[in-house]
């Protein structure tokens, strides 16, 4: 029996924002790439064919607007075959708040 992820009580406690970002992300099974599709200050959703398992810890890179790219910690909180993952961050620096938050304030001025 698979899990309908749609039932229940809503989990989220903050806000997601619509974004369209393409990530690179890093798992078990080696490196993927993915777009994430909605974003917040504690998580966020990666559409993206990679396997993924829930309670699995990956890295989320984000592209910045110097070329560079900054790694984010996260744990997957629940997955659907085929289409993505949800994940929730983990260990986040004061800078990487900061650049969630440009993510963020710029999604919402689109």
Do not use: P
Not at 13 to 28: L, P, Q, T, Y
Not at 37 to 64: A, N, R
Not at 89 to 95: D, G, Q, T
Request: net charge neutral.
């Amino acid at each position: 029996m698979t899990k309908d992820r749609r039932r229940g009580n809503e989990r989220r406690n903050n806000d997601r924002f619509k974004v369209s970002m393409d990530i690179v992300w890093e798992g078990a099974v080696g490196i993927r790439r993915g777009t994430m599709s909605d974003l917040s200050l504690k998580g966020c959703f990666v559409l993206s064919e990679g396997e993924v398992h829930d309670g699995e810890t990956v890295k989320l890179y984000l592209q910045l607007t110097n070329g560079e790219k900054t790694g984010i910690w996260a744990l997957v909180t629940n997955h659907t075959a085929d289409v993505g993952f949800a994940a929730r961050f983990i260990e986040v620096s004061a800078e990487q708040r900061d650049l969630l938050l440009s993510f963020i304030s710029a999604s919402s001025s689109d």
